[in-house]
Structures are given as structure tokens and as C-alpha cells.
């Protein structure tokens, strides 16, 4: 399974459960497939990822203002007219990074868990967000630790993002 096989964030049960939106995501997707590969290489925290009023919604947030930059500018190379078809929320706070490089705490606003035996990312989202299915928000917040939201490991510190 690849990282973006599949809609997760606020909003992506509610599109699951639409007509046809599994295909319409599978289509944005393919079509976007170079601003999701940039966002993976560049490590955007995403928040969101999936269909709203038939279009791809993207939310993330940018390790700098220049990720977020070249984010908007791959987005605009697929398509100057991306509105039509992508909503993108991609951020960056500049006072979350500054704090972050300090040293003084999450560089996401969230917290730390320590996996515990027999944990894995859905009832530690569970525990968190009170859905087990928002999983991937956990694993995203964890790239630089995680590989596969399989495999997560006891003792292991995760970033866990804020609840929206």
C-alpha cells in the first residue's frame, strides 16, 4: 500500500461514504501525482488528504515558507486553473519553526507518546482523536521515524498533531 492510497483527516469519512468518490480521488490523485510525491519528499506534515465538494483537499503543514512555496509551484505547473479541481491549505508558522529549532518543543504544536506494547497508530489515534481511522495523521507527523504505518516500534517517541 502507498503512502497516499487512501483518504484520511476531518472530512474523508464523509467522502467515502459519497458516490463515486473513491474514483474521483484515485483520478486527483493520479493527476497530482508530482505535488504529492514533493510533499513527501519534503516532508509536509499533511492533516487532510481527500475529496470535498468534488475536488482534492490538501492540508499540510510546511517545514519552511520555501517548502511551501514549492509546493504551490509544482501545484500550479500540474494546472494554472487548480482551483477548479484542488483545494491546497498548505501553511507554515514561522513562530512553531522558530521555537522548533531552539529547541524548545514540537516543531508541530503536538505532543509525545511513547509506544507501548501491543499499540499501533490506529488506537493511538484513537486515543487521541477519539477515530481510529485517523491514523495517518500520526504516521504523516512521524516520517522521519516511521516508514510504514505498519511498523512502529515499542519505546518509540511519535509526534502526536493537535485534534482539529
Not at 491546497?88 to 503536538?110: C, N, S, V
Request: avoid cysteine.
Amino acid at each position: 500500500m502507498g503512502l497516499f492510497d487512501k483518504m484520511f483527516g476531518k472530512g474523508a469519512t464523509t467522502a467515502q461514504q459519497e458516490p463515486n468518490s473513491e474514483a474521483r480521488f484515485n483520478e486527483l490523485k493520479g493527476k497530482y501525482a508530482s505535488v504529492l510525491n514533493l510533499i513527501e519528499q519534503k516532508e509536509v506534515q499533511l492533516q487532510n488528504l481527500h475529496v470535498q465538494d468534488n475536488k482534492l483537499f490538501i492540508r499540510g503543514a510546511a517545514p519552511s515558507s520555501q517548502v511551501k512555496d514549492e509546493v504551490f509551484n509544482q501545484i500550479k505547473l500540474v494546472d494554472p486553473n487548480y482551483e477548479q479541481d484542488l483545494t491546497a491549505d498548505i501553511t507554515y508558522d514561522e513562530t512553531r519553526a522558530a521555537a522548533a529549532a531552539a529547541g524548545g518543543g514540537q516543531g508541530h504544536g503536538g505532543q509525545t507518546y511513547e509506544v507501548k506494547s501491543g499499540d499501533n497508530l490506529s488506537k493511538i489515534s484513537k486515543q487521541f482523536y477519539g477515530d481510529a481511522n485517523e491514523y495517518m495523521r500520526i504516521f504523516y507527523a512521524n516520517r522521519d521515524k516511521l516508514k510504514d504505518p505498519d511498523k512502529i516500534q515499542v519505546g518509540q517517541q511519535l509526534t502526536i498533531p493537535p485534534a482539529e
